[in-house]
């Protein structure tokens, strides 16, 4: 079967599984990290005006925030409330890069964990699974989200999964929190990773959804873990 990128980018949505085939085939991993990158990036820097002062207004209540000056505060909500387009641009291309890094990161401990299980595949088959994943659970769930936040003027009260139940709570919830792991576009992806490492490590699917979800939940949990100690 042909694979062009077009077409990975669509069956990557409607029909998973020949997508993974071909990613196992021919990675093309670089490809889906630039496209995470854009469209985060692109969400980032149409949101900034949103998302800028609610994580100023995050920040204020834990206790790193609350030794921030408040003159200082004041000057950082004034450039976010109507950032230059420099300040749009910066910001989308940390958020992007950010990501990407991040990405590489997880590539490594879930080809360390495939590994331990007794997998076989290499490092390139499994960062194109995890990228090509991520197209999916935060390229197009950041597209997605886009319009909402807008509509909303808010990101802290849009959730698409059981966290919209407790939205109410506020950000620093943990119980908002702990729901937000489970957005459905991150278990798309999670999904999508259980189909990918499966026929890259060439594990039966029970087995390849005990490593992906107990790796991911693993993840999830230590960070989870982390954000609340700064709290």
Not at 2 to 21: C, E
Not at 75 to 82: Q, V
Not at 136 to 142: A, F, P
Request: aromatic share 10%; with cysteine; net charge neutral.
């Amino acid at each position: 079967m042909s694979d062009t990128i077009g077409k990975r980018f669509l069956t990557i949505v409607t029909n998973p599984a020949a997508a993974m085939a071909e990613v196992k085939e021919n990675p093309r991993w670089v490809i889906a990290a630039l496209a995470v990158a854009v469209m985060l990036g692109l969400y980032s820097a149409a949101t900034l005006q949103i998302t800028g002062p609610e994580q100023l207004d995050v920040m204020r209540e834990t206790r790193f925030g609350q030794m921030i000056p408040e003159e200082d505060l004041a000057e950082m909500y004034a450039k976010y409330e109507a950032p230059t387009v420099g300040a749009r641009v910066l910001q989308g291309a940390q958020s992007g890069i950010g990501a990407a890094l991040m990405l590489f990161v997880m590539v490594l401990i879930y080809q360390l964990f495939c590994k331990l299980a007794g997998g076989q595949g290499n490092l390139r088959q499994t960062a194109g699974v995890v990228y090509w994943s991520s197209v999916v659970s935060l390229g197009l769930g950041s597209l997605i989200k886009w319009p909402l936040v807008l509509a909303k003027g808010s990101s802290m009260g849009v959730a698409i999964g059981p966290a919209i139940f407790v939205v109410d709570r506020g950000p620093t919830d943990a119980l908002y929190q702990l729901l937000s792991i489970f957005d459905l576009f991150t278990v798309w992806g999670v999904l999508l990773m259980v189909i990918g490492l499966g026929l890259v490590h060439e594990f039966v699917r029970n087995k390849a959804t005990t490593v992906v979800v107990t790796t991911w939940l693993f993840l999830s949990l230590v960070l989870f873990g982390i954000g609340r100690l700064f709290l």
